[in-house]
């Protein structure tokens, strides 16, 4: 291996290797060193994968859209270069939300789609049956323990209706998601290095000057970007630029429950949902088809586990897992409760809005991809572009804090101006403050 290169990638989950794809293709010749032993193994591995478009602001919706064009067209994102036998599977089933208070009935997301072109049709309440066969429609929010007396109380009428978004879905395997990616930013020359940390940001000059491995080589490259997932704080610290920031990020631990569906769903269209009355949010398994993942959707009545340490923390499931289930069952009340669970216990990387950080750093040359909130999987196909535009930017002399980079998001034709993304923006209030984004 060189120990030369224009560009070092700090991870190579699902966002850092579209990263080194993208700055790949544009003739920048990157290595990734990744502490797991292949792609896609941190916490890419752990996601459910899901394609929405659907969040709480404008941008986020526009650039969930574009995302979700390169999921539909996977081969084409990678270029043709990855052979079908390895290629992940997309499945665009369309994802159903409840219309609640909490999301002020989509009205919103709605106004969003309408001006960036992307479908959507309302549902009512008795519709909503023929997505989910036997659903009790009526109201339970606010979420609560299922140690409350009130837990399963309905508490009064129907949730009003739901909106279905044809444009969405799921990835079948996340991680070898970012192992496509990693192929594809191969043959454009990249090159990947796994089982090895970076110990180490060096700093020469007041710029970034390359990396230390664990191995105890010193890389050097002009540009370190910071993709760490539930690490980039660590990451951020080593390399001095934390102090700087108005935002943070900080890892959150999750579970998500793996259960069968009823048979009644045997005969359906399987499709993702977001009921933000009853907190969850559900996919179709992929093994089978039939049974569900269920995820929170962060109600105030659960505590949140911050985890310190990421490489150190309990990945046992706990009362978390039949809650996610019970709070199903509200919804649809064949549902069984397994006495085993199954699922995934994994980390989310969260800033104080729950909306990403793509940006540089105060320190020339460092740049970060994080503060993905549990909800940015989808994006990294565009995260991988955004990257390195600013990459580029900074390389034409652009000041990205002064001049904020604009990004053509070029399936929807709408511009971003990248500072939304900035690590010194104010607190977006328009967030839901949950994995919504
Ligand atoms: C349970 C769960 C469910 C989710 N569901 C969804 C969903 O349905 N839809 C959606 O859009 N998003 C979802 N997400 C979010 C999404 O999965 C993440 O935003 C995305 O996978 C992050 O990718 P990444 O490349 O930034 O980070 P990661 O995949 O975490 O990769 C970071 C990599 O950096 C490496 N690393 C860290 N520190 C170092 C170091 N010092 N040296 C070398 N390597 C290092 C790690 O080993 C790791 O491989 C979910 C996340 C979780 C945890």
Redesign the pocket.
């Known amino acids: 291996m060189s120990d030369k290169f224009d560009a070092i990638i700090?991870?190579?989950?699902?966002?850092?290797?579209g990263t080194a794809y993208e700055l790949a293709k544009l003739g920048y010749k990157t290595l990734s060193?990744?502490?797991?032993p292949q792609a896609?193994?941190?916490?890419?591995?752990?996601?459910?994968?899901?394609?929405r478009t659907y969040y709480s602001t404008a941008d986020s919706c526009a650039l969930a859209y574009e995302g979700w064009h390169h999921w539909k067209d996977w081969t084409g994102y990678l270029g043709n270069k990855v052979n079908d036998t390895d290629l992940i599977e997309y499945h665009n089933t369309g994802c159903l939300v409840a219309k609640t208070e909490l999301n002020n009935h989509l009205q919103k997301a709605c106004s969003a789609m309408d001006a960036i072109g992307c479908p959507y049709e309302h549902v009512n309440a008795q519709e909503m049956k023929t997505y989910l066969p036997g659903a009790d429609a009526r109201r339970f929010f606010p979420a609560k323990t299922i140690d409350d007396a009130a837990f399963g109380e309905p508490t009064g009428g129907d949730i009003d209706g739901a909106v279905f978004f044809p444009c969405g879905g799921?990835v079948d395997d996340?991680m070898r998601s970012?192992q496509n990616v990693q192929t594809a930013a191969e043959v454009h020359g990249a090159t990947f290095k796994f089982n090895?940390?970076?110990?180490k940001i060096v700093v020469d000059n007041a710029r970034v000057a390359g990396v230390e491995l664990s191995d105890g080589t010193v890389v050097n490259a002009p540009v370190v970007i910071n993709?760490?997932?539930?690490?980039s704080s660590?990451?951020n610290k080593m390399a001095g630029v934390s102090h700087n920031m108005s935002m943070s990020t900080r890892a959150l631990r999750?579970e998500?429950a793996h259960v069968d569906s009823p048979e009644s769903f045997d005969s359906v269209k399987r499709i993702v949902t977001s009921d933000s009355d009853i907190q969850v949010y559900t996919?179709p398994s992929s093994a089978t088809g039939k049974g569900f993942l269920i995820?929170s959707e962060d109600p105030a009545c659960d505590d949140r586990e911050w985890v310190d340490d990421p490489d150190n923390y309990n990945l046992e499931f706990t009362p978390q897992w039949k809650t996610l289930v019970m709070r199903l069952a509200q919804r649809i009340p064949d549902l069984g409760i397994p006495d085993t669970a199954k699922g995934?216990v994994?980390?989310?990387?969260v800033t104080e809005d729950w909306m990403p950080i793509y940006d540089k750093s105060d320190l020339p040359g460092f740049f970060m991809?994080?503060g993905?909130?549990?909800?940015?999987?989808?994006?990294?196909p565009v995260a991988g572009k955004i990257m390195a535009s600013l990459v580029k930017a900074a390389d034409a002399g652009q000041d990205h804090d002064k001049e904020p980079v604009q990004f053509m998001l070029e399936h929807i034709n709408y511009n971003l101006s990248l500072d939304a993304y900035s690590r010194n923006r104010k607190i977006n209030e328009e967030s839901s403050f949950s994995v919504i984004g």
Request: contains cysteine; glycine residues 18%; positive net charge.
């Open positions: 700090i991870g190579a989950g699902v966002i850092g290797a060193v990744d502490k797991l896609g193994y941190g916490s890419t591995s752990g996601s459910c994968a899901i394609i799921y996340p970012a090895t940390s970076v110990t993709v760490g997932g539930p690490h660590g990451i999750h998500v996919r995820g995934v994994a980390l989310y990387d991809a994080c993905t909130s549990g909800n940015q999987y989808k994006n990294a």
